[in-house]
């Protein structure tokens, strides 16, 4: 995602882009836009750089804090957020308070509750409150399921979500104080054994499926005041064809892995339209090629016409 978002950024005319690593993860030198260092200098980098730059944009798990920390980082240094307000990405980060969060609001979303002694329905999902990435996730099929999860993942903070069964998907949304723009819906593929591992994706899905994703995910983001910027849905389509057996499983404040899918598949520059759609440019509707698009969770893509 990074180096995708790095490359187009950097084709956009007037732009300079300037990105940090961590050393230890990356030993040698990837170019003119990078800068290695240690991670005890983060933040006093990372703030000089937000104070220096137009806009900052982060690519970070929304767990512990880190994505929000450092919008925060950005304010304090009077730097612009190229994202949402810390206070949205805190409220999408834990998976229990959006979840009643939609349910007040009207959107669906599977039954959620904190993990207690007794699970209330099975099948089940028993997840990290605070997660990103598929971590921790268990299938739950009954009571005898409980010893098996139990010397597997940690429980702290952990809840349980009903199982509902569909077609895995997301939608990204580009958003913007003017304009919001629904990206093509993705399939999600996720492994078989019960953990939901995150493996890739495939965009677009069919017409009717997209326009059921993408009504039900701005209706999501629509619910939660203060997102901004690249918005990432996941959702699980069921049978019924007027989309009324959809669930909104999460929203993702971030840059997701369905960005290096979608530039595959865009005419014009992703990065482009976020940018512009943040700053409140007016953004016509994105042109996309024929074909689909196959791509997976370590950045490989295919193109298929």
């Known amino acids: 995602m990074l180096s995708a978002v790095v490359e187009d950024m950097s084709r956009i005319p007037g732009v300079e882009v300037q990105s940090l690593l961590n050393e230890d993860l990356f030993p040698t030198d990837q170019g003119p836009h990078f800068h290695r260092i ?14 220096q730059a137009d806009y900052t944009l982060v690519i970070a798990p929304e767990f512990d804090d ?9 304010g304090q240094v009077g730097g612009r957020w190229l994202g949402p307000s810390a206070a949205s990405i805190r409220v999408t980060a834990d998976k229990y308070a959006l979840g009643q969060h939609l349910k007040r609001n009207g959107v669906p979303t599977p039954g959620c509750w904190l993990l207690t002694s007794d699970i209330p329905e099975f099948p089940a999902v028993l997840k990290p409150r605070f997660g990103a990435g598929s971590l921790e996730m268990f299938l739950v099929q009954g009571p005898e399921d409980r010893p098996g999860f139990r010397s597997d993942g940690r429980l702290k903070d952990m809840i349980v979500q009903r199982f509902v069964a569909g077609q895995p998907a997301s939608v990204a949304i580009l958003i913007g104080s003017k304009q919001r723009l629904a990206m093509p819906a993705a399939s999600q593929v996720l492994s078989a054994d019960g953990r939901f591992h995150y493996l890739g994706g495939c965009i677009p899905l069919p017409e009717k499926l997209t326009a059921r994703a993408q009504l039900l995910a701005c209706r999501a983001v629509e619910s939660v005041p203060g997102l901004l910027g690249y918005m990432g849905v996941d ?22 892995t369905s960005y290096i899918g979608l530039r595959a598949l865009a005419e014009s520059n992703l990065a482009q339209a976020l940018i512009d759609i943040v700053i409140g440019k007016e ?5 996309w090629r024929r074909g689909q698009v196959q791509f997976s969770c370590d950045g490989r893509v295919s193109f298929k016409t």
């Open 38 to 51: 240690d991670p005890a200098t983060e933040v006093e980098r990372f703030r000089e750089l937000a104070a």
């Open 283 to 287: 953004v016509k509707p994105l042109k």
């Open 235 to 256: 959702l699980v389509l069921g049978s019924a064809t007027d989309g009324s057996e959809d669930w909104v499983i999460e929203i993702n404040p971030r840059l997701t």
């Open 66 to 74: 880190i994505l929000a920390e450092r919008c925060d980082w950005v």
